[in-house]
């Protein structure tokens, strides 16, 4: 199948192209940028006029639910969520029931979504095994299978002997292991910040400084390791501050922050709304405003969705009671078009957080649109602002904090691999 986009306003961040010009897509790839190669014939014309050609996202952070949590959502309903969303990879955490700590648990995953023949799934190898924060996984055979990096979800490793031996034995092989630093015990009993809002609403908080302790405790150990780590969801101003200054020391460090991070704060818990129910809590004003700066600046390498659809049930709940998560694969691009408009910052420098640059994280070739590379697009309409509804969100999960919110970015096209995989009503 040829294609022509036309008429286009075509962004590559790692290109540093923003121009009005054709794309011609053949046999998968892209083979041509504004003039069409020799006897190219287009079996489709998709005529963009006023509209932005993208690379496809890449979500760093996407719990699509199988195997084990079907009764959330299904790993269809979520992929059709992300090229709803204009989303074309997705890495997968790997909390599933049982967890991803064996080759073939990763080789089904991957084969199920390579059936749904929509995005391309990059799932996570659990760090240990079942998680548990006590025997590590056989890396070395389960990278074979296809995991992208080794993390623990959701579940620290306590145990810091432990966590020493895994980031020197992923260090040996050259592993990335991606971990969100939050101690333990300070953040076990917590629902929300420890802060006036918390204190307010009579709810558990969880500290800054259980981040900070933590990450101050990853550092060391990347330090002593040389281990290439990943810091997953960023919440506080400290941490920000503590990564910036491992970047200019050479550490192989890179970070992200989920997109709801960057608007909400502790102020819109409002009275006990559970959709604001997430981990890492929404943080203070002051807080949100550093992880905007840090993102601005390239502190923060990647805004994410982490995307995480529940049922209902689990949300109509007392707040202390409900579970934390958000939906967000549909909402990351125009989440990340509000921070932009709202930091006033031009387009091709806020596109690369959700495309070359946690492309490079993942370590694939993917969020760009060079010659020859492979045709994942997608096309948005930047003054189509829609209303956030649960009739508008195709995942099974509802549960999103912007219910009610205008947001600009409506998805008109997205190719995967050069296939029309979601095409707008």
């Not at 292991?177 to 307010?200: I, S, Y």
């Not at 101050?216 to 810091?231: E, K, P, S, V």
């Not at 929404?282 to 550093?290: G, P």
Request: proline residues 7%.
């Amino acid at each position: 199948m040829k294609t022509q986009i036309q008429n286009g306003r075509v962004i590559d961040p790692k290109h540093g192209l923003d121009k009005v010009q054709d794309v011609y897509i053949a046999e998968g790839r892209i083979v041509g940028l504004g003039t069409a190669p020799d006897g190219f014939r287009p079996d489709r014309v998709v005529d963009a006029k006023g509209l932005v050609v993208m690379p496809g996202l890449v979500d760093l952070a996407a719990r699509l639910r199988e195997p084990g949590f079907e009764h959330k959502a299904t790993l269809q309903s979520e992929m059709h969520a992300a090229v709803a969303g204009g989303v074309t990879s997705l890495a997968c955490p790997p909390d599933t029931d049982p967890p991803l700590d064996e080759p073939g648990l990763v080789e089904m995953l991957k084969h199920r979504a390579r059936v749904l023949n929509l995005a391309p799934v990059y799932p996570l190898g659990a760090l240990t095994s079942k998680l548990e924060g006590e025997r590590l996984t056989e890396m070395a055979e389960v990278r074979d299978a296809g995991w992208v990096a080794f993390s623990q979800a959701e579940r620290p490793v306590v145990d810091t002997e432990v966590l020493w031996r895994a980031l020197q034995y992923a260090a040996t092989f050259d592993f990335a292991v991606w971990l969100r630093p939050q101690d333990a015990f300070l953040g076990k009993a917590g629902v929300a910040h420890d802060g006036e809002v918390a204190t307010r609403l009579g709810l558990p908080g969880i500290p800054s400084f259980a981040e900070t302790i933590a990450l101050a405790t990853l550092l060391q150990l990347a330090r002593a390791t040389g281990t290439r780590l990943h810091l997953c969801r960023l919440s506080t101003a400290e941490g920000v501050e503590m990564v910036r200054k491992a970047k200019e020391e050479g550490l192989k460090v890179s970070c992200d922050v989920g997109a709801h991070h960057l608007h909400l704060s502790e102020m819109d818990l409002g009275y006990f709304d559970t959709h604001c129910n997430v981990m890492p809590p929404f943080r203070s004003l002051r807080d949100r405003d550093a992880l905007r700066e840090g993102v601005r600046e390239g502190v923060i390498d990647a805004v994410c969705s982490d995307h995480t659809p529940l049922d209902e049930d689990v949300k109509q709940m007392p707040f202390g009671e409900s579970e934390p998560g958000a939906t967000g694969l549909e909402l990351l691009l125009p989440l990340t078009l509000k921070w932009a408009q709202e930091s006033k910052l031009p387009l091709v420098k806020a596109l690369a957080r959700v495309t070359c640059d946690p492309a490079r994280i993942l370590g694939i070739d993917a969020g760009h649109l060079g010659l020859n590379a492979v045709a994942d697009v997608c096309v948005f309409d930047p003054e189509g602002w829609f209303k956030v509804s649960p009739e508008t969100l195709k995942s099974q999960g509802k549960n999103t904090p912007f219910l009610g919110y205008e947001l600009p970015g409506r998805v008109r096209y997205t190719f995967v691999a050069g296939h029309l995989c979601y095409e707008a009503a």
